[in-house]
């Protein structure tokens, strides 16, 4: 158990919909980091957030948007959802930025679209 | 990923050895890091390297070379088990912010 927790596990939704993906960090870790992984494929960086800010955007799409919260959970939300948005979402989580220290990935959100 | 390579597979035997290459190009580095991802599961951290040589961690070791924008993770005494995607991250500034940028993965095959 790496202390990264994302919820749900599974979800399955209509093309069109919009969905929100929880990510809580390990405690004392202040960024979480969004990736997706669509089937046999890398893991491309979506977006950071350091401490409730928006640190860097990767291949987001402008359909796409995230948070993170004062508590420092992040939901990453996905609207007008397309099949091709079909994937294994994964946040992870590290105490800081630059820092030198270990990063850890949750267990991941799949998301299917129908 | 852009800008960090790694191999698309290897195959090895049971008890042999494997060395999985990885090489980058990033400005700002801040860490190389290796996971090891089962397919449809999350990737699971192996270890972590932010300065030269090599760190051991049991059958796992990571090397870096900073000056080359390189690493390697080699694998001992292979196990069934092993047989996943091995990650190669690196933590730099990719042109878009100080951010964990990974690899495409090596997927190993261990043949009994």
């Known amino acids: 158990d790496s202390g990264v927790t994302q919820t749900p596990k599974h979800l399955i939704t209509a093309t069109g919909q919009r969905v929100t993906l929880r990510c809580s960090p390990r405690?004392?870790?202040?960024?979480v980091y969004w990736y997706q992984q669509s089937l046999d494929q890398g893991l491309q960086f979506l977006i950071h957030y350091y401490n409730g800010e928006e640190r860097a955007k990767g291949n987001i799409l402008e359909r796409f948007s995230a948070q993170q919260f004062p508590d420092l959970h992040s939901e990453l939300n996905l609207s007008s959802l397309e099949l091709g948005d079909s994937a294994l979402y994964f946040c992870?989580?590290?105490?800081?930025?630059?820092?030198?220290?270990?990063?850890?990935f949750g267990q991941g959100t799949r998301l299917t679209v129908v | 990923g852009q800008n960090i390579d790694q191999p698309t597979e290897m195959t090895a035997t049971e008890g042999a050895i494997v060395q999985i290459n990885c090489t980058y190009q990033?400005?700002?580095?801040?860490?190389l890091f290796w996971y090891q991802q089962h397919a449809g599961e999350a990737p699971t951290f192996l270890s972590y390297?932010?300065l030269d040589g090599l760190e051991e961690k049991g059958r796992f070791s990571s090397f870096l070379s900073r000056s080359k924008g390189y690493s390697y993770l080699l694998l001992k005494e292979l196990q069934m088990k092993d047989s996943a995607s091995y990650l190669c991250a690196v933590r730099g500034d990719w042109g878009f912010g100080n951010v964990l940028h990974c690899g495409s993965g090596t997927q190993v095959i261990v043949l009994p």
């Open positions: 390297n932010v």
């Open positions: 990033t400005s700002g580095f801040n860490g």
């Open positions: 992870a989580s590290s105490v800081g930025v630059g820092t030198n220290t270990e990063a850890f």
């Open positions: 405690s004392g870790d202040l960024s």
